[in-house]
């Protein structure tokens, strides 16, 4: 499997404050993605990068951004958190050519 | 625009039994299809992967799927159930752009004793 690492695991914060959650893989891939996970929902997009320095935006990108300055580094913020991002947080590179993506752990983030 | 639908959001089985998890997909494009499986405070781990070739896939833990393209469905089966297969699967399906995914909503299977 791929070597994605998620941190924090676990982060309780007050709405107003940043937040920065940091992915990290060691594989190599070139595309990266953060997604949250709510119950009935399932995982819904929040950002992906295709590159260094190159980023785009999904489903749910409203709050949130992102940076990525090396190719094992992606870093997701939340500038000013609010309860309704309270949620599960996840981290995945893909493979090529399977186009398979790798997940990591996971964040848990309660915004109160 | 891609969709995945699962069919049951909660699935249970009895321990032995067959395993039938259902996934449908809607896409434009030669699809490629996939089976996630997440633990409890677990991410998602793959267990199988359709790109090209052979429509019936063979994944990890005694997993299969059948890519049926005339039905647009993208079934999960095991054969006979165990307890460790207690556990959230998704499907998901390449987006038309050919890079990222588009999941359904999750299935939870229960293993029964």
């Known amino acids: 499997d791929a070597g994605i690492t998620q941190s924090p695991r676990h982060k309780v914060t007050e709405t107003g404050t940043p937040v920065t959650l940091r992915c990290h893989q060691t594989?190599?891939?070139?595309?990266m993605y953060w997604y949250r996970q709510d119950p009935g929902h399932g995982l819904r997009l929040i950002h992906y990068?295709?590159?260094?320095?190159?980023?785009d935006k999904g489903e749910v990108s409203d709050g949130y951004s992102v940076s990525r300055s090396k190719t094992e580094d992606f870093l997701l913020t939340l500038e000013s958190a609010t309860s309704s991002q309270t949620s599960v947080y996840f981290c995945?590179?893909?493979?090529?050519?399977?186009?398979?993506?790798?997940f990591g752990d996971g964040t848990r983030l309660s915004i109160l | 625009a891609q969709s995945v639908t699962q069919l049951g959001s909660h699935v249970s089985v009895s321990e032995g039994a067959l395993v039938l998890l259902r996934c449908n997909y809607s896409s434009s494009v030669p699809p490629y299809l996939f089976w996630y499986v997440q633990y409890p405070n677990q991410g998602l781990q793959l267990l199988l992967k359709y790109t090209t070739g052979a429509t019936l896939v063979k994944g990890i833990n005694g997993f299969e799927a059948e890519f049926k393209k005339s039905e647009t469905s993208f079934h999960l089966t095991k054969p006979s159930a165990h307890m460790s297969d207690a556990a959230e699967y998704f499907c998901?399906?390449?987006?038309?752009?050919?890079?990222?995914?588009?999941f359904g909503p999750g299935t939870r299977l229960s293993v029964l004793p």
């Open positions: 990068s295709y590159g260094v320095k190159d980023t």
């Open positions: 594989e190599n891939h070139r595309y």
């Open positions: 998901a399906v390449i987006d038309n752009y050919g890079q990222n995914f588009v």
């Open positions: 995945a590179s893909k493979q090529e050519p399977s186009r398979a993506q790798h």
